[in-house]
């Protein structure tokens, strides 16, 4: 059933490298590399290098969580491309039973403000470091003429060329510099590795993993166009729309294939190519089912359509039944993660258990 639903959306091979060779175990590096390069080129603009080392402060420190874990008010500075310096806030919480001897896995959550979509007594029992920083507070969720925060830094005359990075690109640059302090934490196992985020978050959250390697798990919630849903034939959200009404989040390339729906549908890519090149870590998608906007059937066939990465190198990619999935339905047996969820738009306390249980497993 799947075969034929993904063959119905007649999407660009995976499989192929450009020069039409097959794609192999031995040629996957060179593969994935033409994977980001186009969504690069075409979509979320150029993903920005780190060109000198990250460095931190600790403003404040507090017992939370009915004191069984730390919470450490971090300011992290790294240097930019104008030569100068950006500065912005994180929030890392730290369980109690975390230490050298007992590392413990990280969550890097892309947040949308202190402290939504967060059980925090919970995740500390749960015994894992979340290390939290706000979308606001590294790059504006709005049309600011590239002019505050972060962006000048980039773009200080304010002019992007076409394959510029986008605000996704900016969070996902920050999740990976706060990623440089978690990873200095001697209770932190660095191959349990975390990025998270929901809605146009977890955007952002794949493509933060899928260009830092560093993080071995990353996970999707709910983040639909542009995210982990599939373009072709998709419901709900489309590139024209979401180009429309949020064209600061992508590069000005992403203007040309989103005139249409019928040029959106043309493109070189889509969107399992991002989730390929998170291979071979792992990648974790989350869907709820009244989530039409997002498309839980376009999220669930684009983890089916980036499976053959990881099975051409040998490893479980998206084990799950040959049908369309049903509330409560989750399948983590594989390199590629899935659940659904009933319910609406959000970031949940379930979501979250199974974030755990995979990263745990």
Not at 189 to 212: E, Q
């Amino acid at each position: 059933m799947l075969k034929e639903l993904l063959e119905e959306r007649g999407l660009p091979a995976l499989m192929t490298m450009r020069d039409g060779s097959p794609v192999t175990a031995e040629n996957w590096g060179e593969r994935r590399r033409e994977l980001l390069d186009v969504l690069e080129e075409m979509e979320y603009g150029r993903f920005p290098e780190k060109i000198g080392e990250t460095t931190w402060v600790e403003t404040k420190q507090e017992r939370v969580a009915a004191g069984v874990a730390k919470l450490h008010e971090m300011d992290i500075t790294f240097p930019t491309p104008d030569g100068e310096s950006f500065t912005f806030p994180a929030h890392v919480y730290i369980p109690d039973i975390a230490s050298a001897e007992n590392k413990v896995p990280a969550f890097v959550f892309i947040s949308f403000g202190y402290p939504r979509y967060f059980p925090l007594e919970e995740l500390m029992n749960e015994g894992v470091v979340i290390a939290e920083f706000v979308m606001n507070d590294v790059a504006k969720d709005g049309e600011d003429n590239w002019s505050t925060l972060l962006a000048p830094h980039f773009f200080p005359d304010g002019k992007r060329p076409g394959d510029g990075t986008g605000k996704i690109g900016m969070w996902a640059y920050a999740a990976s510099r706060l990623a440089d302090y978690v990873l200095s934490l001697d209770c932190v196992d660095p191959a349990r590795l975390g990025v998270v985020g929901h809605s146009r978050l977890g955007k952002t959250a794949l493509w933060a993993g899928a260009n830092d390697e560093r993080f071995t798990h990353v996970f999707s919630n709910d983040s639909g166009c542009s995210g982990a849903a599939i373009t072709r034939k998709k419901i709900g959200e489309t590139f024209p729309r979401i180009c429309q009404v949020f064209p600061y989040w992508f590069c000005e390339n992403m203007k040309t294939i989103s005139v249409s729906i019928e040029a959106s549908e043309r493109t070189p890519f889509d969107q399992h190519f991002l989730l390929a090149a998170v291979c071979p870590r792992k990648v974790y998608v989350a869907s709820a089912g009244e989530d039409d906007w997002a498309d839980p059937t376009s999220e669930y066939l684009c983890c089916a359509a980036a499976s053959p990465a990881w099975e051409a190198q040998g490893l479980c990619g998206f084990a799950a039944p040959d049908r369309l999935p049903e509330a409560w339905d989750t399948f983590a047996e594989g390199n590629v993660g899935f659940h659904l969820r009933p319910g609406t738009h959000f970031l949940s306390r379930h979501d979250w258990i199974r974030y755990i249980r995979y990263i745990k497993a």
